[in-house]
Structure formats: structure tokens, C-alpha cells
């Protein structure tokens, strides 16, 4: 198995990155990781990091690199970033994974022109899992910002989606489906989310119905579906929440002398805490509804969140995630089109035609 | 001063809002309470309570309830209902505020059709002030589910009334305003967003452009224009998030003889966290844009709750809320049609005139 990184992808630099492929592969003995990016700046990362190229780890160079302000269409001007290299390298059949980093819209972009969708998908969507109070059920929340401008039929294609990923990659049998609404009974939220509830309840998943963003953390639910605006915003107010309150509580055991005692003998378990909140455990958040396995992570990613990346990415070709998506999406549209027989006719305004015929 | 409050909006009954009248009863000198509700019912707990009808203590009698299934249909149904005997009471001038509880869909119902919008209004939103990491700065979060279909107009009227709110109820002075979005960028987001962006840039109001999740909580930003479908999921997520670290935390407190001894160490300490996070104590969230003040509670409220709810009521007569939101929409009114005088003709179709004409 081949899987392709790209290594300019962070903030600070290739070195990060380089740490988590080095780490990757110091666990991994059966992966070859292609490192795509400026020759001479990968290559000093390598020299400091006391690795070089091999049979296991290769470098493709791209001299330009797509940066945090560049925008969807500046990958026109950039034939040869980092980010087109890497999807080259998918696309081409040199790699079977990739792990991008950085730009997420200039991931997203370059991985739905140069890939394509899946059949049947009209979005591609991003699912992070979180945790939940249930350690051993974490929670898919899918999209988290690839689209903006979110459509019914897209949402039922999400439910589907992440629910073959929290299956087949996180392990999770029967995966309950929820859409994420401002409260459970069918009426509620807007027109769109009214037809999307309709089209997940004829849709292949366990679609529980609509649920509230408490859900997200209660452990209730195990795919949460919603559009990309709001999946963006909760997955960002709740790091920033969850750092805002580990700092009042650092705050509190910081107080006087004998808080600071206390904090010392509870160091350990607030340790387990803060791991339990650490999403990066979780490794990179997947590009689902690409014609390829494909993981965002985040530029300000450290290298055990790389080296997760890797790990994640691996799992995702093993367990075959995008062929099951292709069957899942295959049999929704045939029973819409079976459905649309027996009921006499060829009508393609029903509801459920949306995801197939728009 | 007169407040009404809906002395059935409580999942328990009665009580608590008994409970939490007279709590504030207790604090406040010249304020009448007129609460709404079942005769009998609010009776029989007041004499639980030990408090009796008096100058500075009405009750007016409403035969029926608008439970929590119901729907604001319902409420042509219902016109005997605690929530419309409420409205009612504002509305003929028999109180200057009114405080409801429970059913939100039904209390914004209600007064929306009862009190009517603010000249320029076109939609009422619900405000929520959240804590953020500056003790002293609450982000006021608009809106939070009054409604689901929002346009970028609607988004305009939130950041004005949420700015006049932060600035007369919570004291902070020039408000910085922020539209949530996927990132900070003027070109984030979808068509609406994009909309909502440029009328905000012109609106009397300290905008300072697209904010992302993680503000509402930085301390970055002191009011958060979004839809009622984001709010309303934000504030779920946010609520279980807070409770569930919190539920971690007391584990690891838990977990050993030792950790438990440093944990009645940090008690004191720990307790002011817990203060910090509880919105009860910023009171009641105001339904801002209806002609009359109108705070909206949640069905869970406990006494604290109740009486936190009846002093914002209180405030936000006393600083004249409505009327400074009239003057500044207002204001914004005419310098669009100056701007579309100045521009030399009638033009409806600029941007700026949707809050106006459409």
C-alpha cells in the first residue's frame, strides 16, 4: 500500500509532518509513504529529523505551495503545488491514499476536480468523529465546512456516507443516523430540512430522526448529519469551549499553594481528560464521496496527528470504505427506480429522485 | 413597574416559578409581579411557598396551557392559554414586560402576532449572553432559534438589536458585532452570508467582519449575528459539551481515595468554574424586535433562574431597550434612502434596501 502526505502542508513547516511520517513508519512495516513537496525543504527537514528516503518513504517535488489565503480558483495559478502533486499522485494510481493538510477548501477543491465523485454523490463531505460521554462510541459529524451551500439530496448522501465510515473504519455495528435540527419532531427546523428527513427515512442507514446539537456529545447518536455552515462552526466553538474551560480549571488548581497540591496528586487522571478530548487520537477527518481515500487534516497538526493521519488512512483502504459507498448509494438509487416502476411510471419528481436525477 | 411572568412554562409545575418570584420579590421594592396561570394551581403553590396575593403580587387566571408538543398553530386553539393571557397583558398595557417560559416556539408565536415587529423589524430574534474567556464581556449570541428561515435582512436587524442590548443591559460600550462564518474572510460562506456581510458593513453598528465558532467563547467578540439553526445548535452543543467535561472531571475526581481528598481541596475553587458556566445567571434570553420586552426562559428553570429572568425584564424597561432599537433602525432607514436619494434615484434594488422594502 502506497499512501501520499503532503509535506507542506502545516504551519511551521515540513518538520511536523516529517516527525509523524517517521513515526508513522517506525509502527507501519508494510505502507510506502510518498511525500509530496519542495525538494530542498523536505529534504532538510528529513537530514534534521535523522531519516532519509527509501523503499518506504519516497519524495515527489512540487515547487509551489497552495497557502491559508489562497482561494479554490488560485489552483489554476498553481499546476504544481504541493496539493495538485498529491491528488496527481492518486489520481495517476501511484498512490492509494492521500493525507492533505492546510488549506481545507484548497483540499476539497483539488480532490473533487482531479478525482471526481463517486457515482451517484453529488457532494463530497467532511466527517470528523467526536467524542462523546460514551468512550467506546465516538460520534460522526458530517460536513464540517467542504460545502456551504447544502441540499437535501446532499445531506441524505452525508447519512449514508458516514455511516458505512463509522461502520467500517471506527467499528461501530448499526450506526444510528441522526439530523441535526433545532428540535426531534419531523415538523421542525426549515423546508429543507423537512425533505431531508423524508429522504433519510427511505435511505439504507438506521436514521433515528432529528436530533439537537446536545446529541453531538451525548453519546445518543453515532452519525450526525448537517450542512457544512454549522458543522463548521459547532466542531470550532467546541474546541474553543473545551480549551476555555481547561483553562479556567488550570486557573482554579493554580489559585493558591494548596490547590496546587491538589492539582499535582489529580495530574494523572486530568491527564485521561484532556486525552479524552484530544480529537487528533482520532486521527484525520475523511473526504467522503471522492473517487479515492482522502483525509483532511489541520495545518496546526503536531506529528502524532500526522502519523493518525497515516494510520486512518491505511484502515480506510483496507476496509474498502469508498467501494462500499459505491454499493450503498447503487442500491439507494435502484429502489428509488423500483419504487418509481411499481408505482407506474418513470415520474422523476418524487422526493427521493433528488440524490439521483438533480 | 409591572412584569407578567407564565407561571405554567415549567416542566414542574408551578412551583419554581413561585420559587423564583418570590425571591425577587424579596430584592426588589417597586416592581408588581402579575403572574398568568391556572387559578388553583399557582394557589395551591404560593400557599406551599408561604406567599400571598398582594399589592406587589397579581394573579391572573388562564384556563389553559400551551404544553411543550404543542405547535404555534396551536395557539388559535388555545386562545385561554397562560401564553396568550401574557401577551395580552402587555399588549392592553396592564404590564411593561413579560417574562415567558417553556414552549419558545409558541411564547415567540405569540408575541410576534400579539405585540407585532418594531417598525423596520422584519423578524424576531432570541438573544442568549454566553461566557467567554473575558469574565467581564458576555458574547451575546442572536438568534438562537426564533427562526430558521433567516435572510441576510433579518441577520442586519439581529446585529443592531443585540449591539443595543449589549450595550444598555450588559454595559459594554461600542459592541464589537461579528457574523458567523467558516472563516474570516469577506468571501467565506454562502450567497446569503455574503449578503448579510455587506449590509452589516453599513448598518450603525462596530461590525467587525465574519467571525468564526471559537469567538463566541475567545472574548474576541461581543455580539454573534447567525441564523436560529446554528444558534439553536450551538448552544445545545455547547451546554452538553460543558456538562459532559464537567461529568469527566468529577470522574477522575472520583477515581481513588487520594484524587478525592484533592478534590475536597479544589472544592471552593471548582465551584466558581461551575459559576462561570452557568447561563442562568445572566437571566432570561430576551426575544429582541417585538414591540414590547419580552424575555423568553427555559422550561427547566429553576427559582435562580426565574428571578434572574424577572430582573432582566426589569432592566431592560429601565434602559429603554425598544426604544434606542427604533431610534437606530431608524436611523439606518434613513441613511439608505438618503444614500439611494444621493445616488440619484428610487432604486429599490440595492442591497442596503432590503431591510427596508422587502
Keep these: 500500500m502506497r499512501i501520499a502526505i503532503d509535506a507542506m502542508g502545516n504551519d511551521n513547516g515540513p518538520t511536523p509532518i516529517v516527525q509523524g511520517v517517521k513515526q508513522f513508519l517506525e509502527e507501519d512495516h508494510d505502507t510506502t509513504v510518498v511525500m509530496v513537496g519542495d525538494r530542498d525543504r523536505v529534504t532538510q527537514a528529513m537530514i534534521e529529523e535523522g531519516i532519509g528516503l527509501s523503499k518506504r518513504l519516497e519524495l515527489v517535488h512540487a515547487s509551489q505551495v497552495m497557502e491559508m489565503e489562497d482561494k479554490v480558483a488560485d489552483l489554476r495559478e498553481k499546476r504544481d503545488s504541493s496539493i495538485m502533486r498529491l491528488v496527481a499522485e492518486l489520481k495517476e494510481g501511484r498512490a492509494d491514499a492521500m493525507v492533505a493538510l492546510g488549506n481545507t477548501a484548497a483540499a476539497v477543491g483539488a480532490a473533487t476536480i482531479g478525482l471526481k465523485l463517486l457515482p451517484g454523490v453529488r457532494r463530497p463531505g467532511i466527517a470528523i468523529a467526536m467524542p462523546t460521554r460514551n468512550p467506546k462510541r465516538p460520534c460522526v459529524v458530517i460536513d464540517m465546512g467542504a460545502n456551504t451551500a447544502t441540499k437535501p439530496s ?73 450542512d457544512g455552515l454549522i458543522g463548521n462552526v459547532v466542531l470550532k466553538a467546541s474546541e474553543t469551549l473545551a480549551s476555555t474551560m481547561s483553562g479556567w480549571i488550570k486557573d482554579a488548581m493554580l489559585a493558591t499553594w494548596y490547590t496546587k497540591i491538589a492539582a499535582f496528586i489529580l495530574q494523572g487522571q486530568m491527564q485521561k481528560v484532556k486525552k479524552r478530548l484530544d480529537y487528533a487520537a482520532y486521527g484525520g477527518a475523511p473526504l467522503l464521496g471522492v473517487n479515492g481515500v482522502c483525509l483532511i487534516g489541520h495545518g496546526r497538526s503536531k506529528a502524532p496527528a500526522v502519523a493518525s493521519a497515516l494510520r486512518t488512512a491505511r484502515e480506510s483502504v483496507t476496509v474498502q470504505v469508498n467501494k462500499r459507498i459505491r454499493e450503498h448509494i447503487e442500491r439507494m438509487r435502484n429502489s428509488v427506480r423500483l419504487k418509481a416502476a411499481a408505482e407506474g411510471g418513470d415520474d422523476a419528481s418524487t422526493p427521493t429522485d433528488r440524490s439521483d436525477t438533480t
Tied chains: 1, 2.
Design 154 to 226: 446532499h445531506l441524505v448522501n452525508y447519512g449514508i456516507m458516514a455511516s458505512i465510515y463509522s461502520n467500517r473504519v471506527l467499528g461501530l455495528s448499526q450506526p444510528r443516523v441522526g439530523l441535526l435540527n433545532v428540535g426531534e419532531e419531523r415538523s421542525k427546523g426549515n423546508v429543507e430540512l423537512r425533505e431531508a428527513y423524508e429522504l433519510l427515512e427511505q435511505a439504507p442507514v438506521n436514521f433515528i430522526g432529528n436530533v439537537e446539537g446536545g446529541d453531538i456529545f451525548s453519546g445518543e447518536c453515532d452519525v450526525v448529519v448537517c
